[in-house]
């Protein structure tokens, strides 16, 4: 694998340089602040979870920022890797903690989502204008599915969890429309996808914090 191979997928960068990309850059910090701000709300007995789901919020900011500021191969992976990483972990939290699920069962029931992302992606590959987002779409796609599913059980969850789906498509829309409005804002839209999605992951902990809140 070509590790410093260079890579150009954003409007607003023009060149290889380290700050060609310097509002992308800057708000990553918005992953660091929201991760921040939970970790402050998820102190006490029975919120470890979320606690290690901050961590994992804050390295995404730190990847994406090297992602935005190097990028090439090695920083792409290190922007990646944490959103993989926080959408498994919360998909494990989900299944043991809204469907009570044990350990193991519940980490055989997040294997899932790969089978399930397989074939939901060709047909994701297809909807105008978040199409480009294609591999990020069996995201909301599971959430609202869980949210459907839980609308009796656990309807607050619920009714969280689509609040979620609503912060990530509006987040997705900006990261699709990119390269679309690249003419017309020489910056592009991809920022959005970064200041959104920071809300929506430190939502998506508060949902759970609230709900093993009310566990106690």
């Given amino acids: 694998m070509e590790w410093t191979r260079q890579i150009d997928s954003y ?7 380290y700050w060609a990309e310097p509002v992308n850059a ?5 992953f660091v602040i929201a991760a921040l701000i939970m ?14 789901l901050c961590v994992i919020l804050g390295l995404i900011g730190i990847g994406s920022y090297l992602f935005h500021t190097h990028a090439v191969v090695w920083a792409a992976i290190a922007d990646t890797a944490p959103i993989a990483a926080f959408v498994l972990f919360y998909i494990f939290v989900a299944n043991h ?38 591999g990020y779409l ?11 599913l839980l609308r009796r059980r656990l309807p607050d969850v619920a009714r969280g969890l689509a ?16 390269e679309a409005v690249c003419a017309s804002v020489p910056v592009g839209t991809h920022f959005m ?17 609230r709900y093993q809140l009310r566990q106690v």
Avoid: K
């Fill in 163 to 178: 609040v979620g789906v609503a912060i990530l498509l509006a987040s997705l829309t900006f990261r699709s429309l990119d």
């Fill in 11 to 17: 409007c607003e960068r023009l060149g290889p340089e």
């Fill in 193 to 209: 996808w970064h200041v959104l999605n920071a809300v929506m992951l430190g939502w998506m902990i508060e949902v759970y914090r």
């Fill in 39 to 52: 970790w402050r709300r998820v102190q006490g007995s029975g919120l470890g979870m979320a606690r290690a």
């Fill in 26 to 30: 800057v708000t990553n910090a918005a």
């Fill in 97 to 134: 903690a809204y469907w009570g699920m044990r350990w193991p069962w519940a980490v055989v029931a997040t294997l899932l989502f790969f089978p399930f992302a397989y074939i939901t992606l060709p047909m994701f590959e297809r909807v105008p204008i978040l199409g480009v987002s294609a």
């Fill in 138 to 148: 069996p995201v909301p796609a599971m959430i609202a599915l869980y949210a459907v």
